[in-house]
């Protein structure tokens, strides 16, 4: 691709927006369309385009394997964790109510965190499958 | 406080040793995770079973939304056995796994393993636990695409074909289910199994609802290897790492007849359209056939992994012989198989491991004077063999006595025959194997001179399992008694 200058500004220009985009279907999600899959989805989206065009070498420094195993685990362990926070609260296990008074706080709370928690562990290992795809052969 | 909070628990505390397991990238660290926590979750199968027997099912509401709305759990006698057989096998797997997996994987998968490991019980765990359908589908993938990964970490490369045909056949049974979850959901408009008890008797006669009664038979009976549904079987089994394939023979398929159960006697029990002799036509058939074939292909097989996957699709037959009665005694049968089968089941693929690690196959041929070389772990697997052909004294014997006996009530002597039969058949293949391990010489001289006795961490759970088969064997209150009261709880007598 290093003759595609036409390919490499586009994906330049575009990759801040791609990922902003993520965070907004991210983060908007407890009021509109979206939410944590759709937007691990985009950003890993993101990471996939620029390592097609720029060389999967060039996103694995960006993105080492390492660091995309420890957040595969950390989003799964946020979710996981809000849950054991119910109960550490007195209540069942992923019951948003106690986490913040009053419960439409809580439960906004536990929606949201519990959406990030989606969000990081799914664009991670969108990005984690189509390394180990695309680098097959490679290492 | 905590004891309030067991169901939920029992399904969180594996899940949450997945992910950590993974961060922890050692194979020696997050094998001690994944020991303590299988530990706790029998731990707490052990207690809820307890409490559910004194006093009566127990509900949990997940996120604090009552039930036909939120994700309800839900533990009575039939689920609360289903659960301890899951987490019991789970907790003596893991002690044995330590050594087996470091020598079947290299280091760097050993942390992934455990993973995988952890997921797939948290999988089957939530399948059991769960009162919502569709529930039930998420968890059965959760431990399906888990037990995909473990089948193809095998050393024999063979075992990446054998994981994607079990993929694409498990995918199609996943499917089926779900299309029949979300057919009972369009008519019902509830996906709580006891909600959709009481919904589904006035509409017993609409198409939709046979529709879904059939998808969810189909998509079970693949799952569960129901012949002729069991292609994938033999071969996943027979690829595995020696770990995975007992733990899955022991769990999967039994989770998978649980399954089957709640579909049948706890959802649709209620709707008269579920006429029982139309259960009789079509399990029995395919019971007696699944005894009878794979019976027979079981002795043909040189590989004696591979023979007893064979096997243990015959001894599914079985369960399904049990259910196909619809009567408090076939379903105690079926009930108690379960427990007795993968107490047996178990053991034997575990003493098949300790021989692949001394010998690096377990090619019939290969275990020639192996009754000399490694004595207890041979012994093991003769005393399994004896409870899988159901020799008196042994748990397989009870199981079978008990079909035998819901059979006799139906006067269906053409089963009583088959069961015979099979037991004949059984013999003829444990047999081979005793032949060959004790009364052929080994070869001396190739390097066979250092095989020793396998180690202690992988012997014990070997025999607790072994012991467990011979036990229950004698003593049957516990798994006789509890079998019953859930064969009569699904019948719908109450506990």
Known sequence: MQRHFVLRVTTKLLMPFILLFALYVQFHGDFGPGGGFQAGVIFGAGFILYALVYGIESARRVAPAGALRVLISAGLLLYIGVGYAGLALGASFLDYNVLSAPAPKGQHLGIFLVELGVGVTVAATMVTVFFNFAGRGRD | ?495
């Open chain 2, 1 to 495: 406080m905590i004891a309030a909070h067991l169901p939920a628990l029992q399904v969180v505390v594996p899940l949450v040793a997945a992910p950590l397991c993974l961060l922890l990238r050692r194979g020696g660290l997050a094998w001690a995770l994944a020991l303590a926590a299988s530990w706790a979750a029998f731990a707490i199968a052990a207690l809820l079973l307890q409490q559910v027997l004194s006093t009566g099912p127990i509900s949990y509401q997940l996120g604090g939304w009552a039930p036909p709305w939120g994700i309800e759990y839900r533990i009575d006698v039939v689920n609360g056995f289903v659960l301890l057989i899951v987490a019991a096998i789970g907790a003596v797997v893991l002690p044995y796994a330590r050594v087996s997996v470091a020598h079947e994987l290299p280091e760097d998968q050993q942390a992934t393993f455990y993973t995988a490991l952890m997921l797939c019980l948290t999988g089957l765990l939530g399948v059991t636990i769960t009162g919502d359908a569709f529930n039930l589908f998420v968890f059965l993938e959760i431990s399906s695409l888990s037990s995909y990964v473990l089948i193809a970490l095998g050393r024999d490369r063979r075992a990446l074909t054998a994981a994607f045909q079990y993929l694409v056949m498990g995918t199609i049974g996943a499917t089926f289910i779900v299309i029949g979850v979300g057919l009972l959901y369009m008519v019902t408009g509830t996906l709580n199994m006891l909600d959709l008890a009481e919904r589904l008797p006035p509409m017993a006669e609409s198409r939709t609802v046979l529709a879904a009664f059939a998808f969810l038979t189909v998509g079970t009976g693949l799952k569960l290897a129901l012949f002729p549904l069991h292609f994938w079987l033999p071969n996943a089994y027979a690829y595995a790492p020696s770990v995975v394939t007992a733990f899955l023979a022991a769990t999967a398929t039994k989770v998978s007849i649980y399954m089957l159960l709640r579909f049948f006697f706890t959802v649709f029990g209620t709707a008269d359209s579920l006429d029982l002799a139309t259960l009789e036509n079509l399990l029995i058939p395919l019971g007696v056939a699944a005894i009878l074939v794979c019976s027979t292909v079981a002795i043909f097989q040189t590989d004696v992994k591979r023979m007893l996957a064979y096997s243990s699709v015959a001894q599914v037959g079985y369960m399904v012989l049990g259910i196909g009665f619809a009567s408090t005694a076939g379903l105690t049968a079926a009930i108690v198989h379960l427990f007795n089968h993968a107490m047996t089941k178990g053991g034997l693929f575990l003493a098949l491991g300790c021989m692949a690690l001394r010998l690096g196959s377990v090619q019939i041929e290969s275990l020639a004077g192996l009754g000399r070389r490694m004595p207890l772990t041979m012994f093991a697997f003769v005393l399994g063999g004896f409870s899988l052909i159901g020799v008196p004294l042994t748990a397989g014997f009870i199981s079978k006595w008990v079909l035998v006996q819901a059979a006799l009530e139906r006067g269906n002597w053409l089963v009583v025959a088959v069961i015979l039969v099979g037991s004949l058949l059984a013999a003829v293949y444990v047999w081979r194997v005793i032949e060959v391990a004790y009364f052929r010489p080994g070869a001396r001289d190739d390097a066979g001179e250092g095989i020793a006795e396998a180690p202690l961490s992988m012997l014990i759970p070997t025999w607790i399992l072994i012991g467990a088969s011979i036990y229950f064997g004698i003593h049957t209150s516990l798994t006789l008694g509890v079998a019953e009261r859930a064969a009569r709880f699904l019948l719908g007598g109450g506990a």
